[in-house]
């Protein structure tokens, strides 16, 4: 049936909203070209999205042009509202939808996440948003084998939690570097939470290592596990004020038992939900000086670019570049590219990528990356340098990376050159291979696992 009005594209619309499993999820809306113009969140699928398109939406004047431009609509359903937070926002970045219509596209933000340090000799608990350390030499040296839990999706939350288990596990929060047998510990005055019994003031030496280091491990174990028991305790004192009628202490407990719920809100930080500021663990000048030599370059390494190749939904093929500038990523030169010439077969689709990508760099119209790798083997790098073959001007240096062995590859070169697994040049182009392929997959792999349940 041919849809003659906008009245009759918005009713089909409403329909297959309204059909949606009622489960948290992510909604994309796409035009008339399959486009997504729009990334939204939902605690309820179709409560949210048949919302507008019902005869009577106001969606406020920012997003009411968008029922002008929807033809269809995707969705990805999550196992909760906090999945469907990080779902949002990973999307937002990767397809950088139409900005008019996504506010949050502009906003540089990362989640929270909780770290315990390791390399002290009185750990300390703090939050940040930067879990690489990266522009911060202080906290680079405090993350160096720490415990980093996260993302989570609630900052305030999560403040509130530590703040809360301060006073059951009694580490420090406080920034002074504390160094075991310093003489001038026992003159050092502590804050006030040592007096309020929230800390066990190990600025001051009134505990001693061992001792400070088994309450920080249980609490590194209570937040890596189930929070039972604890749980427990204070649904029964809640339950207890509320039979004495001591109704604000009851709200309290049930404030900060809301808290401590809200520590399993997470993710892992090796699910790669923020590469921007997880991928960097690694220190960047390091790893690419390391390149440089490995390689033997005689310029220094300040531009890698990384390709990949996906085979998603039923056979589309779909090419991604990742580019790196100064060891992290700069996630305005990323590029997708929908294969055109051939389906399923990893050459013929590396070949067209790599023609597409430089070819005005071959022509002397821009400059190539100082570093092109290619994920996968020596038919993968061959591919590639059938295409720059084409071009008149040759990049610096080509090289692929293989899975498994994690051999590199360099053109021109009949032995592959391998590394130890610690090598600061590897884990460096095993960071740019690992996001060429998440991103070549982000969004059409969710998609896929979203078919895949039904």
Known sequence: MVETSREDRLDRLLKKARSLSSVPGVYLMKDAQGTVVYVGKARTLPDRVSSYFVPSADLGFKKQPLLDVVE?????????????????????????????????????????????????????????????????????????????????????ALREAVQLLQRAFKFRTCSIDIVAGDPRNKFFRPCLLAAIDQCTAPCAERIGVEAYGADVQRFARFISSKRSAMLRELRSEMDAASGLMQYERAAALRDQIRSIEKLDERAQVAEGWQPETEIAALDPAKGCAALQKVLGLERGVRCIEGIDIAHLQGGQTVGSKVCFVDGRPFKEEYRRYKIRSVANDDYAS?????????????????????????????????????????????????????????????????????????????????????EAHRFAQSYHHLLRKKEMLE
Request: hydrophobic fraction near 40%.
């Open 72 to 156: 269809d609509f995707d969705v990805i359903e999550c196992e909760g509202e906090w999945e469907a937070l990080l779902t949002e926002s990973r999307l937002i970045k990767d397809l950088r939808p139409a900005p008019k219509f996504n506010a949050r596209l502009k906003d540089g933000k990362s989640f929270p996440y909780l770290v315990i340090t390791q390399n002290e000799d009185y750990p300390r608990v703090f939050v940040t948003r930067n879990p690489s350390g990266a522009g911060d030499e202080t906290l680079t040296r405090l993350l160096k084998s720490a415990k980093v839990y996260g993302p989570f999706t609630n900052v305030g």
């Open 350 to 434: 590396i070949r067209e990528v790599v023609s597409r990508r430089y070819r005005d760099a071959g022509a002397g119209q821009e400059l190539f990356p100082d570093v092109i790798m290619i994920d996968g083997g020596l038919g993968q790098l061959h591919a590639a340098e059938e295409a720059l073959a084409q071009l008149e001007i040759q990049p610096p240096m080509v090289i692929s990376l293989a899975k498994k062995e994690e051999l590199i590859y360099v053109r021109a070169r009949s032995e592959p050159i391998r590394l130890a697994r610690t090598n600061a040049a590897l884990r460096l182009v095993q960071s740019v291979r690992d």
